[in-house]
């Protein structure tokens, strides 16, 4: 009997301490991002259901209804509805990016190249979800170019022969992700 309560004690804790185990680092990775690229592989007649999930993960929002379902998926701005008939084909689907539009300009490039040891220094100083705008600017400089969507902005340092790419919430300036990008 004892053995049982103690059981009914430990497992709830057990879970939640297994659950918070698996926070990620960056709190904004909640949402899958909508790769273009993947949008672009959807083929109506021929995607089926599993490979839409394989691709774009759970979705935010399932409608089912007698012909099928549309299930939704959003990021940021970005929007993907996924139609699905009932023989788990995708039937339609509409894609839609945030659309940004150009704020600052700053005509100088980034001269130190991206992929030196001082600038990697700089970079790992920034955490997505953590830092913001200012401590970019404090670590990167300004941006050669910003531009401002309606849920967030976008960064660019370009450099000699490649950009960082910088996106950051629009309302409170916090870092979501960077990456670099070939000229």
Do not use: W
């Not at 185990?21 to 672009?40: E, H, L, M, S, T």
């Not at 490979?51 to 990021?75: D, M, N, R, W």
């Not at 130190?112 to 220094?121: C, I, Q, V």
């Amino acid at each position: 009997m004892k053995n049982s309560i103690l059981l009914c004690i430990l497992l709830p804790v057990a879970g939640f301490i297994q659950s918070c185990a698996g926070i990620k680092k960056n709190p904004f990775d909640v949402n899958r991002k909508i790769y273009q690229p993947a949008v672009d592989n959807l083929q109506t007649g021929f995607t089926t259901y599993s490979q839409v999930l394989k691709a774009f993960g759970e979705p935010e929002s399932v409608i089912k209804a007698p012909s099928g379902q549309t299930l939704t998926y959003s990021y940021f701005g970005d929007s993907l509805k996924v139609v699905i008939s009932v023989d788990s084909l995708v039937n339609d689907y509409a894609f839609v990016s945030e659309s940004f539009r150009k704020t600052e300009e700053n005509p100088t490039f980034y001269q130190e190249g991206f992929n030196t040891p001082s600038f990697l220094k700089k970079l790992r100083k920034l955490r997505p979800g953590h830092s913001r705008y200012d401590d970019i600017v404090k670590h990167l400089g300004p941006p050669t170019v910003m531009y401002a969507g309606t849920q967030r902005n976008k960064l660019l340092y370009q450099g000699t022969d490649k950009t960082l790419v910088i996106y950051i919430q629009k309302n409170t300036g916090r870092l979501i992700d960077f990456f670099q990008e070939n000229k």
